[in-house]
Structure formats: C-alpha cells, structure tokens
C-alpha cells in the first residue's frame, strides 16, 4: 500500500523519533531471514523465493493468518535464531528512529515446537543488550497467552513472564482468535498484577464490542491491541473515550486481514473525533509489508494530517508506553528536541 505522495509527509514519518507499542517479533522477520532459517531448520514453506513469500502473504481470513504465521514460527528453534531475528528487528527500529519497542512474543508456540523457554530467554536478553549498546533503540518483550491454546501454555506464558521480568518482559498479554474467550486467562492476569508486571490485550480486532467488553472485564489491560470495532457500540466508544485504556491501532494489518474493508475506510478517522487515546502501530510489518514510518505516513495521508499532528500521535506512544521515572523523562526530552529540529528542517 503506498501514500498518494506526499513524500514530505513520508520523510518526516521516518525521520520523526518513535515508539512502537504493537509488533509482533514473529512478524517482523525479513523474508531473506525466515528462507534462511527454514533451509537451516529444513522446515519447507510453499515458497523459496522473497518474492514467493510476499505471494503466500496474502491472507483470507484470520484462521488462514495464524496458520501462516506458526509455520513461520517453526523456523525459529535454537537460541541463536531468536537472537538473529531480535539483532535484526532492533537494527531496522533503530533505521526507522523508532527510539524504544514493546515487542509481542509468542513463546507457547516455540515451546509447543520444541525450543528451550529459558534459553529462548537468555537469548533474546543477550540480543537485547547488545543492540542497546550498539544502536539508539531499546526492546522490551510482551509475551502472548493465546487464546486457542491449552490453559498448560498460559501457565508457562505467565510463568516465562514472571521469571524474566528483570531481563526484558514488560508485560503480559493476550493475542490469537478472539472467537475464544479471555475468561480462562482471568487468573493469569490476576497474578501479573499482583506481580507488579503491566497488562495488555489484542479485542475488538475479528470480534466486537460484546469480545472487547469481555476482555477489559477479565484481563483489565492499560492498552487495548487494534480495539477498532469498539466504534460498533457509540457508550463504549464514549466510556474508552473517557476513561481508556488506550488503543494500539495497526491500519495496514487491518486492511490486510479484511478487519477493514479499506485505508480510507478504516475507523481510526472516528477513533480520533471521538476523543479515544490510541497509537500508530505496524503488528506483523515484514508479513504486510509495511514499516511503523510508513503507517505514519499512511495515518497522515488518508486523515489529511500534518507534520505536528504527527508528532502529536507519536507523543500519545511515548505517553502509553511502560517507562518508568527517569527513563521516560530523558526520552520525552529527547523527543522534544529532536521533534523542535525537525520542524526548522521540514
Ligand atoms: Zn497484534
């Protein structure tokens, strides 16, 4: 999907720094990375060309989405696999200025594959490390439960979660098809806050207001993921308007899943007339072709936004992310900064 050319507004998208709150590692993966893996791993995707592979990315429903996307994740085993696609996803946020990254990660689905939790961990900490040293960028982890899987892999999500809050997790969440209920996860969520560890939710991406209501009941995130169809019910609109959480919006992602019939169609347009708090994310940027700048530039271009407006959105994703004290202060100095020199410039 490309802009209608506003390339000043697209040069801004990627020059602006960001922070991105929705993408999935799985989903990040560049296509030459995942040939790579799959012949290493001999597991045999149904194309060995990048070109291929951008053809099998063409997903039908959100069903045909998951399938596709745990096929890509049995190219990921050892820890040195996690520890490439994190050095590369860190390398591209930090081409993009995207400053600091929540990151979802589905660890039930590499442990279903036989990969090794904890030095799946240690890997990706180790990758995590390194590229703060290296890059300006910084990586936490959100790892997933998912909804269709055995209550056995929430309890190894939550537990994965808990051992490695101090190397890396940020979060727990809740992602895979939401026709499932969120009301078997309700103790694990219970537990993360006790914990002490933040809550986010996929709702209100394939199901609606009945799912996101459900959701905010059971898990209590403080970010919605996607949350768009919230638009089908005009008191929850306004309740979420008024008191959040704030939604993590991915238009690309919608579109691509037919969760939106198109760009100029989707309801991140209504969201922001009514007053609901949210962010611009990519989801799966490798799988939809997309980067967090470009969803920027796309936001803009289809709401006939300017460069402040854009600041202005990227403000509201520092402002919904977990950072604490000072680390949020020194950032949110460096955005100023670095927004006031942009603005001379542009
Ligand atoms: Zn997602």
Same mark, same amino acid.
């Given at each position: ?9 697209e ?42 592979l951008r ?63 904890q ?11 390194d ?46 098809? $939401?026709?499932?209920?969120a009301?078997?996860? &309700? #103790?694990?969520? %219970? +537990? /993360?806050?006790? @914990?002490? !560890? ?6 209100? $991406? ?6 996101? &209501? #459900?959701?905010? %009941? +059971? /898990?209590?995130? @403080?970010? !919605?993921g ?5 638009? $089908? ?31 100029a ?10 007053g ?8 799966d ?22 460069i ?27 955005f ?11």
């Amino acid at each position: 999907m490309t802009t209608n050319g506003d390339s000043r507004l697209e040069r801004f998208a990627e020059a602006m720094p960001k922070v991105e709150l929705h993408v999935h590692l799985e989903g990040a993966v560049r296509p030459g990375t995942l040939l790579r893996l799959a012949r290493r791993r001999r597991v045999t995707l149904p194309a060995d060309t990048e070109e291929g592979l951008r053809e099998w990315y063409r997903f039908e429903t959100f069903e045909h989405f998951v399938e596709i996307y745990v096929t890509c994740s049995e190219c990921l085993r050892d820890p040195e696999d996690f520890q490439l696609v994190l050095a590369e996803f860190a390398a591209e946020q930090a081409r993009q200025n995207v400053r600091y990254s929540e990151v979802h990660f589905t660890i039930a689905t590499h442990a279903r594959q036989g990969a090794n939790a904890q030095e799946v961990a240690h890997a990706l900490w180790e990758s995590i490390v390194d590229a703060e040293r290296r890059l300006e960028t910084r990586v936490r982890l959100i790892p997933d439960i998912v909804r269709n899987l055995e209550p056995k892999w929430a309890d190894l999500t939550l537990e994965w979660a808990l051992d490695h809050r101090q190397r890396g997790v940020v979060a727990l969440g809740l992602a895979g098809i $939401e026709s499932h209920s969120a009301t078997p996860f &309700r #103790e694990h969520f %219970e +537990v /993360a806050a006790a @914990e002490g !560890l933040h809550r986010v939710a996929h709702a209100g $991406e394939q199901e609606g207001p009945a799912s996101i &209501r #459900e959701t905010l %009941e +059971v /898990a209590r995130p @403080e970010r !919605l993921g996607h949350g768009i169809r919230v638009v $089908e019910d005009p008191e929850l609109l306004a309740e979420i308007a008024a008191d959040g959480p704030p939604l993590e919006v991915c238009p690309t992602s919608n579109v691509a899943l037919g969760n939106a019939p198109s760009l100029a169609e989707h309801p991140i347009g209504r969201l922001l007339d009514a007053g609901v708090d949210l962010s611009v994310n990519s989801d799966d940027p490798a799988m939809f072709d997309t980067t967090l700048s470009h969803e920027y530039a796309l936001v803009g271009d289809t709401l006939g936004l300017g460069i402040d407006d854009l600041a202005e959105l990227s403000r509201s994703a520092l402002r919904h992310a977990f950072l604490e004290g000072e680390e949020r202060r020194r950032l949110s100095d460096q955005f100023e900064r670095e927004i006031a020199d942009l603005r001379d410039q542009f």
